[in-house]
Structure formats: C-alpha cells, structure tokens
C-alpha cells in the first residue's frame, strides 16, 4: 500500500486513482495506458504524472526492460493513446466548438472579432501549440477542443501532438522506471510546474477579461 504524506489531493489520488490505475494495468497492460491516455487527453483531468511513472514501475521493471526500451515503449503506447483522444477533442471542437461560442460567447466575453482573431493566431501558432502544449501540464488536457474549434491542420496538430505527446509519456515512463517504488514522488516535485502553469493562465484570464470590459466602464474603474 503506497502512502502519501503530502497534500490531500495526493493523499487522495493514492486512495482511489492508483488503485484503479493498477488493476487496470495488471488486467490489460499497454491497453489501460491507452485507454487512460486517451481520457486525459479528452478533457478528463486524470494525471499523466500518475499514469506514465505507475506504468514504467509496473510494466517495465528495472530487472527485465533498459531505460531504451522503457522510454520507446512507453512513449509509444502513451502517445497513441493520447492521440487518440486529443483527436475525439479536437473532432468536438471543429464540429461543435464553433457554433457554441457564436451563439454563447458573448456570456462568456466571447466576440466575434475575438474568434477571427484567434483564427488568425492559431493559424500562425497552431503547430507550435500543439506541440508545446503536450509539454505542460493542465493546458495539455484541454488544448484539443480550442484547435479543432479554430481549425489548426488535422496532420499538422496529429503529428505534433504524437511526438510532444511520445516524449512526455516516455520520459515520465522513465522515472517510474528509475524510481522503482517511489515513483510516485514524481507528482509533488512537479508540483512547482503546475503551479506556474496555472498562475500564467490565471494571469491570462485576468488580462483578457480586463481588455473585455466596455471601455467606458475600464476607464470608470480607472477614475475610481
């Protein structure tokens, strides 16, 4: 039984998601890495910094695999299963997406010069995103919609999304693999990551929420 002297998200995390994670992978090997993969990417918030160092304990152990291996095997499984589902994301957002926030998105500060605008943005960035974003945590969950929705190349954003998506999946294999059974440590020493993560987009929001305000009413709360 693996304890966790952390926070409680990890505490928890330990209880309920590594227990499932570990029958899963002892029942289906490579097709539960997949399978969770796929979830992750599908805008299901379950933590690859779990996943991938659980499977490279449990499914390549030091004893049998070279790190090599680990890394390609790993990489290769997590990254089709991330793929697969960044692609049901993506097919969500190209079809569906769009119409939502055009009937919807002034509820939620969304005009229609906004979306051309990031038409023009993710036209010109799109392929850095989508490969950059698979680098990060949180904005990797949940990246697939908003290209679909704004239309980044289908092979440009599947190829990018493979490679970020095979190293980050190998590399987190890698130190469960190096780490034997305390793999786990890998979520609380990349918790300082998540935490810039979530302050840049946090910042973003705030930027963009600012600049959203009918002019008259910034510069109301500019005089106040």
Known sequence: MIIWEVCPLEAWIAEHIVPLLENLFHTIGWGGVVVIMAL????????????????????????????LQTFLIAGGWGGLGCLLGSLLSYALGYFGGRPLVERYGNYIMVRKDDTERFDVWFARWGDAVSFISRLLPIVRTFVSFPAGM????????????????????????????????????ILSKMGPLKYVVAAAI???LV??????????????????
């Open 207 to 224: 930027w963009y929420l600012w600049h959203h305000i009918r002019p008259e009413r910034r510069q109301s709360l500019a005089d106040s």
């Open 150 to 185: 704004f239309k980044i190349r289908l092979g440009h954003f599947a190829l990018y999304t493979l490679v970020g998506s095979f190293l980050w999946c190998g590399a987190l294999a890698l130190i469960g693999w190096a780490w034997g059974d305390h793999w786990h440590l």
């Open 202 to 204: 946090v910042v973003g």
């Open 40 to 67: 992750e990417s599908a805008n299901i918030p379950i933590p690859s910094e779990v996943t991938m160092p659980l499977s490279g304990w449990l499914l390549t152990p030091r004893a049998q695999f070279p790190a």
